[in-house]
């Protein structure tokens, strides 16, 4: 069901920034999203996503939550988001070329346009990294 909505629909990234394939999960409280690391991605540095990429696709699987909310649930438009806090970051590798990525991210708490998450971050069954996340909601973009 997810997976036939067109990311572009759900981020105000426009390519080469977008660093989410697919919403494939969501829920009030937990979302997760999904990304093929590919050797044109702009983030892509020997033969892996950078952590940068990494960083940047777990905010975006943030702001694909928060797309997917008010698109179709308070039927508005998508919203600009800007990373308020990097917390507790632990890579422990990086993805490579050709490995699809599932980021979790878990909502902890909301304050009026602030959410802090916790993510984790799967290649298979392997989790590669975890973090927690400060997201704020800026401006409407349509």
Known sequence: MFRDIDILELLPQRPPFVMVDHLTDYSETQSTCCLTVRADNVFFEKGCLAAAGLIEHIAQT????????????????VR????????NLNILRLPREGELIETTITVMQEI???TLVSAEVRVGTEVI????????????TD
């Open 112 to 114: 009026f346009d602030v």
């Open 62 to 77: 943030c702001a694909a939550r928060l797309g997917y909310y008010n698109k179709y649930v308070l039927k508005t438009g």
């Open 80 to 87: 600009l988001g800007f990373i308020g806090e990097v917390k």
């Open 129 to 140: 990294a975890t973090t927690g996340l400060k997201i704020a909601q800026g401006e409407q």
